[in-house]
């Protein structure tokens, strides 16, 4: 590129992150926080991507070549997040100032903190951490003025925990609230005022705080009892709707919810999907088996799709959003085929008009040109593209130069991919020296893209 990195204090840094839905029992394939984070620039040039490796706790840190796509691993890469035996290390995630990353280890109940040098390129252990003597913690969320972290203890009888993040990235506990009996990820509003986080199993419930802006305590508010087990949260970008899912009833196996976010308190009011007598219901996502991935909502708001799997039924199911009710209709040649087995979770392209779905047992990426009217899907040309052994689902970083594909089945691809998209056509290409060799069994991935 050629250019130096402006002032600090003036920089705009994105991610984008991969989520697993469970980083301790066994490989998942969600992205709950992608509605959150579509604000693309052309002048964002991603520079760190960080792969956690769940078979041997320990993350992965590369630094970018923004002109190639190429990967070049850190000095002291791979990091230990836990003792290698224990394994299971989550999703990475990274503060929005582009100074720190976190990765939690579910059954050590821990929260490992690095620092990240973007001058000279540096990984460094963050002194005090990592925090301890949590229950079974599950990937963080971080409101987008790096103040606030807030993490699920996925066990019987967790809590939703808050810290501070200190000068230095350091983390303190300034709070714990009710989220279930096993809460599931926690996720962030657009604005930062409110956190939202559904349980696991138990309450079948979805808990709404707000945030106070200046301590990051939570007030909780009115929260909806519906019939999940699992929730997996999106949020549509400007705030107004929140959309989870579950594995118990619905058709072969799942539901997908939506609730309208009251603007002042954070409040949950449920959508009634089908209109009709016997109280509000969510909508049945078709012939797929339970624990589908999170839904992923366009950069518009517009259209929702969430990856279906198994059962027979590979395919991407597509849903038009009424911004005023918060109501769900199929779009019409709805559920999309994919070409191959075990469908990831989708990455939708920061410009809206291109959609990415791994196929796990297949080894390969669809690649899906996205209709600006209906939302309707078509193939795009050389699809599907040749992956590694096992992809998890695509990640994008936020200028939408490149795709990168973590390769892990049960632990045999070990390896990261790496293409480059064309803004035009949306067709990906492989970059030189991909795929690049990562820990044992990558799983989450989060890519740090600076203004430079």
Same mark, same amino acid.
């Given at each position: ?33 992608? %509605? ?280 991407? %199911? ?135």
């Amino acid at each position: 590129m050629g250019r130096s990195l402006r002032y600090p204090g003036l920089r705009i840094f994105t991610l984008t992150l991969a989520f697993f839905f469970s980083c301790f029992n066994g490989r998942t394939d969600s992205n709950p926080e992608l %509605a959150l984070l579509f604000i693309r620039s052309s002048s964002l040039v991603p520079r760190f991507v960080f792969v956690s490796n769940r078979q041997v706790a320990s993350l992965s840190a590369f630094s970018i070549d923004p002109a190639s796509g190429m990967l070049s691993q850190v000095s002291g890469s791979p990091f230990a997040i836990g003792p290698a035996s224990g394994g299971s290390a989550c999703q990475p995630v990274v503060d929005l100032s582009g100074r720190y990353v976190y990765n939690a280890n579910a059954p050590g109940g821990s929260i490992y903190g690095f620092s990240i040098d973007v001058a000279s390129r540096t990984i460094s252990s963050i002194p005090g951490m990592p925090v301890t003597g949590l229950n079974q913690t599950l990937p963080v969320a971080i409101d987008s003025r790096s103040r606030y972290v807030f993490a699920s203890e996925n066990n019987s009888g967790g809590f939703l925990k808050e810290f501070t993040i200190g000068s230095n990235g350091g983390l303190t506990q300034i709070g714990s609230v009710n989220g279930g009996t096993q809460p599931s990820y926690p996720i962030v509003d657009t604005f930062d005022r409110f956190v939202f986080v559904g349980d696991f199993s138990g309450t079948n419930s979805a808990y709404p705080y707000k945030i106070d802006p200046s301590t990051g305590g939570l007030t909780v508010g009115a929260n909806p009892t519906y019939n999940a087990v699992s929730s997996l949260p999106a949020i549509e970008p400007s705030g107004r709707l929140l959309f989870m899912q579950n594995t118990a009833g619905g058709v072969n196996g799942a539901l997908l919810y939506s609730f309208l976010i009251d603007q002042n308190s954070g409040g949950l009011a449920f959508v009634d999907q089908d209109l009709m007598t016997g109280g509000p219901q969510g909508i049945g996502l078709p012939a797929t088996t339970p624990n589908p991935p999170a839904p992923v909502v366009t950069p518009d708001g517009r259209f929702l799709y969430v990856s279906l799997t198994q059962n027979g039924n590979n395919g991407v %199911a597509g849903y038009s959003i009424d911004y005023s009710s918060g109501r769900l209709t199929a779009i019409p040649g709805h559920p999309f085929a994919t070409t191959g087995d075990t469908v990831q979770q989708p990455a939708i392209h920061p410009s809206g008009r291109f959609m990415y779905v791994a196929n796990s047992s297949s080894s390969t990426i669809d690649a899906f040109a996205i209709n600006s009217s209906t939302g309707a899907l078509s193939a795009i040309a050389g699809s599907p593209f040749s992956a590694g052994t096992g992809p998890g689902p695509v990640v994008i970083d936020r200028g939408g130069y490149f795709a990168f594909v973590p390769n892990n089945n049960s632990g045999a691809g070990n390896t990261v991919s790496v293409f480059r998209i064309d803004s035009d056509s949306g067709v990906l290409r492989q970059v030189n020296g991909s795929p690049f060799t990562a820990g044992t069994g990558p799983l989450g991935i989060a890519v740090a893209s600076y203004t430079e």
